[in-house]
């Protein structure tokens, strides 16, 4: 079944800078690639997603950039401000029907 | 978007006791569910697949007799936590795809806090 790999786990940014968190996944026929934020004690919430048709998407701050050769995808937020401190997941959903699997996760703090 | 409710929103209960989680689609029909699980500052893992009309997909090392999964709509699906231990106290959150619009999406309900007592 399909593996996703997520890094760093934790990410700490002064405000203003920017933020990358990488996603790696296993499975060559995936062809969705949701971002989600999530809060404490919340649902994750869809920030940006990307399918396999598209190699970079870009909606305000917030892009994603997926290379299908290699297996990779990519969250970029810049200009970041201290409300996107959160916890940030990528997923990566097969062909058909499937669930979405999702990475680790990555704790971002973005300092004032 | 599409909504998809949960109930109860958090549950106290004592070991041994078994808890009823109800998981809705509000504004359109699922077909499929899934159930995730999440432990304190860790991701969402799929636990199962929830099919409506027929026996629910479990993923390997989760127990159908302990997680007995009941899709009895095409609006709602439920997760009952048989025999709960307080190693099952948990975040679960249900998660659902208006196949009518959109195979990828999924929406995700506000999750259930379990707490085991």
């Known amino acids: 079944g399909e593996n996703v790999e997520q890094h760093p786990s934790t990410l700490s940014v002064q405000e203003g800078d920017s933020a990358v968190i990488k996603c790696t996944y296993s499975?060559?026929?995936?062809?969705?690639f949701p971002w989600y934020k999530q809060e404490l004690g919340k649902r994750p919430q869809l920030i940006i997603d990307?399918?396999?048709?598209?190699g970079e998407k870009k909606d305000q701050r917030i892009a994603v950039t997926l290379n299908k050769t290699a297996k990779h995808f990519s969250l970029h937020i810049t200009e970041t401000q201290p409300e996107d401190s959160a916890v940030y997941f990528c997923?990566?959903?097969?062909?058909?029907?499937?669930?979405?699997?999702f990475g680790k996760g990555t704790r971002l703090s973005v300092i004032a | 978007g599409a909504v998809v409710s949960q109930h109860p929103s958090w549950v106290i209960c004592k070991s041994g006791t078994s808890v009823k989680i109800e998981c809705r689609s509000l504004?359109?029909?699922?077909?499929?569910m899934f159930w995730y699980r999440q432990f304190p500052k860790q991701s969402l893992m799929l636990m199962a697949t929830?099919?409506?009309?027929?026996?629910?997909?479990?993923e390997q090392g989760v127990e159908k007799d302990k997680f007995l999964i009941n899709h009895a709509s095409l609006t709602l699906s439920t997760l009952t936590v048989t025999s709960a231990h307080p190693e099952d106290s948990s975040f679960y959150i249900c998660s659902a795809r208006d196949q009518g619009t959109d195979l990828n999406e999924q929406f995700f309900g506000p999750g259930t806090r379990l707490t085991v007592l």
């Open positions: 929830s099919n409506e009309g027929s026996k629910a997909t479990y």
């Open positions: 499975d060559s026929a995936s062809n969705y």
């Open positions: 504004d359109f029909q699922a077909t499929t």
């Open positions: 990307i399918r396999s048709n598209v």
């Open positions: 997923a990566a959903k097969g062909s058909g029907n499937t669930p979405l699997v």
